[in-house]
């Protein structure tokens, strides 16, 4: 294929605004492709799927990243396609293979023949049914497509190489019995780097699953709707969800423990863990000046971890649970994307971690929730104190649930805990400044909030005090 030149330019110009494009703010960004593999098995066919796979490097000499780019390249007219489009080369009309029926139709072809061309393997553990494919409407980290009701399939965008964890640690839990995740069905394995490498990951479709992100949302309406009850007072009280969510966390915590390797959490783990704590807030300080003000009282509270005695030992965890991880089934909380932070680099994402960071990232999104709400309305003191009070209540109510299922209250590790929701937190800025600017005032308010600004805390009182008198 001779096209590559004339790919790499219209992808220089469209790759940059997708959301999961994880080099805005490097400067350069030098497209190359690296690979190139016919996924559509029909020789004579007039829409073609082609697997790019697309190395960008910069002008910082830092690490260069990968994409996955499937493209669908039709020979015949654009006219009456609905499609998403990239651009025109002289082998056709290039369009986004992930948003296009005969590239969705071609790819689960592959996975369900169980192909292998120039290194890409498709694995499947059962037979698949040929069914017609929907694109998940939002754009993620990576790009999901639905089959019938059957199965949704995860295309990863930016690869790292080695196996995703998330096909890793849904694979380690379904093995164990355990019915908090959906169940693997096929798998693409591909080389990068000359690593075997996941490119692709198929689990079945939990099609009455309502998303934990949406029925927070829901709950929390309900309580800004009632401007005089408390959140235990509202029709669309969450915290049963959210106490079953917490048993549902820990149990999951313990098949991950029982399943795969474990490590006491010693002086020199709880050492290594705040030195990391603080390279990770030497990256955000640079990035986002807003974090500033903050920068000694995260250091100490980074610092507190050090002294802390008989925590949890460590053990592979989720790495980036929040409530848009989590859906609720008739059975329960499944839990999914086991992928970790998809800014860290999969080997970081892969080491024993504490549980408590798990905990941290969902006592964060109760905090998200309550505040998405108010993006609107920061002129509603009011408002403000019930959009705390709808979070405590809620995280008292996971910690109550994970602290019963596993035997200790998150609570009761509250300098590790505390460390672990900051440095969430200050991820969260770093993400927000980088993908949705709009919300950074969210995390960096709770940065606020948790490090005790003087500012804030002479802020505060008011609005509680007003409350609290009209109770
Ligand atoms: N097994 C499943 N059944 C039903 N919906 C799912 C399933 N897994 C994921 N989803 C939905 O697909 C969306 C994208 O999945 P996710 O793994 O979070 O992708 P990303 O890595 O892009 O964030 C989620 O928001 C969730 O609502
Ligand atoms: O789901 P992803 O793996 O893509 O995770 C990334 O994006 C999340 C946003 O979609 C981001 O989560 C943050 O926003 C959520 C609400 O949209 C909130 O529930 C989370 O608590 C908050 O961290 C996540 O951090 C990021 O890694």
């Known amino acids: 294929m001779t096209d590559h030149s004339e790919l790499t330019a219209l992808l220089s110009d469209w790759l940059p605004r997708q959301r999961w494009f994880a080099g805005k703010g490097r400067a350069g960004g030098q497209l190359r492709v690296e690979q190139d593999i016919r996924l559509t098995l029909d020789a004579h066919a007039k829409a073609v799927l082609r697997l790019l796979v697309i190395k960008v490097s910069y002008d910082d000499g830092g690490p260069s990243d990968y994409y996955q780019v499937p493209v669908v390249i039709r020979d015949d007219s654009p006219f009456g396609h609905e499609g998403f489009l990239i651009g025109e080369s002289s082998s056709g009309i290039v369009y986004d293979g992930l948003r296009d029926a005969d590239g969705n139709a071609a790819l689960l072809t592959y996975l369900r023949r169980g192909a292998s061309r120039e290194g890409l393997t498709a694995t499947a553990v059962e037979t698949l049914e ?113 106490e079953r969510l917490g048993a549902a966390t820990a149990q999951v915590h313990r098949d991950l423990a029982g399943a795969l390797p474990t490590r006491p959490a010693d002086a020199a783990t709880l050492g290594a863990v705040a030195d990391y704590l603080h390279q990770r807030l030497d990256g955000a300080l640079a990035a986002v000046t807003e974090l500033a003000p903050f920068e000694t009282a995260l250091r100490t509270a980074y610092d507190a971890v050090r002294g802390i005695e008989h ?15 989590v859906l609720r089934v008739e059975s329960g909380w499944v839990l999914f994307d086991f992928e970790g932070e998809p800014a860290r680099p ?49 995280r008292d109510a996971f910690c109550r649930g994970y602290g019963a ?34 919300w950074i005032g969210i995390p960096l308010r709770s940065v606020e909030r948790l490090t005790g600004d003087p500012e804030q805390q002479r802020a505060q009182p008011a609005v509680r005090a007003s409350d609290e008198g009209a109770q």
Do not use: C
């Not at 925590?311 to 991880?325: K, N, V």
């Not at 509250?414 to 600017?437: I, Q």
């Open 130 to 242: 040929d069914l017609t494919a929907r694109p998940v409407g939002a754009e993620q980290s990576n790009t999901s497509v639905v089959y019938g009701e059957a199965y949704i399939l995860k295309v990863f965008r930016r690869l790292w190489p080695g196996m995703n964890p998330d096909l890793e640690i849904t694979q380690v839990l379904a093995r164990a019995g355990s019915g908090h995740v959906a169940r693997p069905v096929a798998w693409l394995s591909g080389q990068l780097s000359g690593v075997p490498t996941t490119f692709a990951f198929m689990q079945d479709y939990l099609r009455t699953g309502a998303e934990g992100w949406l029925l927070a949302l829901a709950s929390v309406r309900d309580l800004y709707a009632e401007g005089d009850l408390h959140a235990d007072e509202v029709g669309g009280d969450f915290a049963a969800e959210a």
């Open 311 to 325: 925590p949890a030992p460590f053990q592979r965890i989720h790495g980036d649970l929040h409530l848009g991880q």
């Open 346 to 394: 999969v080997p970081e994402r892969t080491v024993l971690e504490s549980p408590l960071r798990d905990v941290a990232g969902m006592l964060r999104s109760f905090d998200y929730a309550a505040q998405s709400m108010l993006l609107e309305r920061q002129d509603e003191p009011a408002l403000a104190y019930r959009a705390l009070e709808w979070a405590d209540h809620n």
């Open 405 to 438: 299922r596993s035997g200790t209250d998150p609570r009761d590790e509250g300098a590790l805990l505390n460390a672990f929701e900051l440095d969430k937190a200050v991820y969260e800025v770093l993400y927000e400044a980088r993908h949705r600017p709009g």
